[in-house]
């Protein structure tokens, strides 16, 4: 089955800087990976996704890239500010043959220092 | 807008009990899923289901069953509670078709004494 990495558990900014969240995937034919994210003592919530028909995608501060001949994707986050820091988790699904099965990466927290 | 309910917030019980988490939604999503969050091992799928009265195994099935009666509503039964189990049960739902990004409840807040 998929099997998604994400690179960084633990990933700490200044305010203002960039940040940026790398992860892989193994199966060729997952074709949709989104990016959620926790703030502390809540749920998950959805900010921004790619769909392999594209290898880039911005909204706002947040960029995602895929690369689909490496199985890699990465969230950039621009001019951080305090309010980003929570844990980020991405994940890829496959929408072929029926299967809606998304995988998760572990999750970075992402700390954002004033 | 929509909101997914789960019920209860907090759920404490005892080893070899059989525990019932409930989840509603009224976005009137196809598809709804429960994942088991551990701190530092991600969100893992424990059961989804595509339409009403369907159910698919995710990778962490075993120990549990789950219920999809209605559209609106997932159930999931720890069949067998473990002693010292320590976990977050998240349910969320989403358009179906494997491409639409998923929304999620609050959470339950399982312990094991």
């Known amino acids: 089955g998929e099997k998604v990495e994400q690179h960084e558990s633990t990933l700490s900014v200044r305010e203002g800087d960039s940040a940026v969240i790398n992860c892989t995937y193994t199966?060729?034919?997952?074709?949709?990976f989104p990016w959620y994210k926790q703030e502390a003592g809540k749920s998950l919530h959805f900010v921004i996704d790619?769909?392999?028909?594209?290898d880039r995608k911005q909204s706002q501060r947040l960029t995602v890239l895929l690369d689909k001949k490496a199985k890699r994707f990465s969230l950039h986050i621009t001019a951080t500010q305090p309010e980003d820091s929570a844990i980020y988790f991405c994940?890829?699904?496959?929408?072929?043959?029926?299967?809606?099965?998304?995988?998760f990466g572990k999750g970075t927290s992402l700390v954002v220092h004033p | 807008g929509g909101i997914i309910t789960q019920t209860p917030k907090f759920l404490i019980g005892q080893e070899g009990q059989k525990l019932t988490l409930k989840c509603q939604q009224n976005?009137?999503?196809?598809?709804m899923y429960w994942y088991r969050q551990d701190s530092g091992k991600g969100l893992r799928l424990i059961y989804y289901?595509?339409?009403?009265?369907?159910?698919q195994k995710g990778d962490l099935s075993e120990g549990y069953d789950a219920s999809r009666e209605k559209k609106s509503s997932f159930s999931l039964t720890v069949t067998s509670a473990q002693k010292n189990e320590m976990a977050v049960f998240l349910c969320?739902?989403?358009?179906?078709?494997?491409?639409?990004?998923?929304?999620f409840g609050p959470g339950t807040r399982l312990t094991v004494l």
């Open positions: 969320a739902s989403s358009i179906p078709g494997g491409s639409y990004e998923q929304y």
């Open positions: 199966d060729t034919a997952s074709s949709y």
């Open positions: 790619i769909r392999s028909n594209v």
């Open positions: 994940a890829a699904s496959s929408t072929s043959g029926g299967n809606y099965k998304p995988t």
């Open positions: 976005f009137n999503h196809d598809t």
């Open positions: 289901s595509i339409t009403e009265n369907d159910l």
